[in-house]
């Protein structure tokens, strides 16, 4: 105990540190399995374009030529995610309107 009954013999509860590093605050980080789940699909797609690069007959409405397979997937692929994204900006777009009739 000190001589002066004014000052604590201790630093605790005052706003002086104790000597012991501060705790971080704890995170809760999910791991992303949806980009896991993106990720392996979009390598399964890429894997079964690259075994596929035979050459095909195309017929599109008054069009006849010869393509190679790996050009098909890969514009499939790449438009199918084109017209995926729109459609969703569409229906977030939809509802967001919807919101805000309801609301004013």
Not at 22 to 28: E, L
Not at 46 to 65: G, H, M, P, S
Not at 76 to 82: H, P, Q
Request: no cysteine.
């Amino acid at each position: 105990m000190s001589d002066y009954p004014d000052i604590p013999d201790s630093t605790e509860g005052i706003g002086i540190p104790s000597g012991e590093p501060p705790k971080a605050p704890a995170r809760d980080i999910a791991f992303p399995w949806r980009l896991v789940i993106a990720l392996t699909v979009f390598g399964l797609i890429v894997l079964f374009a690259l075994q596929n690069t035979e050459t095909v007959d195309v017929k599109f409405i008054v069009w006849d030529f010869g393509i190679p397979l790996i050009v098909v997937i890969t514009a499939t692929m790449v438009l199918s995610v084109i017209f995926g994204d729109m459609i969703d900006w569409w229906w977030r777009r939809r509802k967001r309107k919807r919101r805000e009739l309801e609301e004013g």
